[in-house]
């Protein structure tokens, strides 16, 4: 079993059949050229000198002389792993940018939210104070309550995301993976959103 390749393809889906058997059997051509040759270095350090060879003795072979355009393409793993790598890139950018975007209307959001349940309980804050709590105190629950909401926020968002990627893999047959370290990361960075946002609600309260 090998799975997925690079760009989703099930590569244990695959039939290997000698082409000229799926020309004359499968097409009914009489083709003489080939679509693609699939062929394999040595080693990883050893790709450049082949694909180099390759297109030498197919230039000879296709009687490409000097400055004639080539009817044929050689390319390696090397300048597909840096074209998906600038991909994926670009689409690690856009998604940053879309998720600091949310955290900070998220952010926003708490802090409206908080601002509003501080100017809604004067008479607690007043209480708490009069028997003797400090302004820390008061500052580190309206802190807690920021967290609180931001963290279960979190969680619900987790619990979606996950629940989308395990539906989207069983539509799409790629394996889902499970990654215990970046959702742990993502739920304290919910976390700290609830501070940086909660604490000048919570500042405002004490």
Known sequence: AKGADLVGSDRDNVVLMPYTTVKKRLKGSEFDNVDVILASARSTVQIVQ???????LLGERHKIGPGDRPDFEVRSTIEFAAMLGMITG??????????????????????????????????????????????HEVL???????????????IVGI????????????????????????????FFFSAAVGILFGFAPARRAA
């Not at 689409?91 to 949310?102: C, E, F, Q, R, V």
């Not at 979606?160 to 970046?182: E, T, W």
């Open 50 to 56: 082949a694909q180099q060879e390759m297109t030498q």
């Open 90 to 135: 670009t689409m690690t950018a856009l998604l940053a940018s879309i998720a600091g975007i949310s955290l900070v209307v998220g952010g926003v959001g708490i802090m409206n939210i908080m601002l509003v349940s501080v100017t809604e309980r004067p008479r607690e804050i007043g209480i708490r104070l009069s028997i003797g709590a400090t302004t």
């Open 140 to 154: 580190l629950q309206f802190l807690v309550e920021a967290v609180t909401l931001s963290c279960a926020g979190g």
């Open 159 to 186: 619990v979606l995301a996950l629940a989308m990627c395990f539906g989207l893999s069983q539509i799409i047959h790629i394996p889902f993976a499970f990654d215990v370290q970046i959702n742990v990361i993502a």
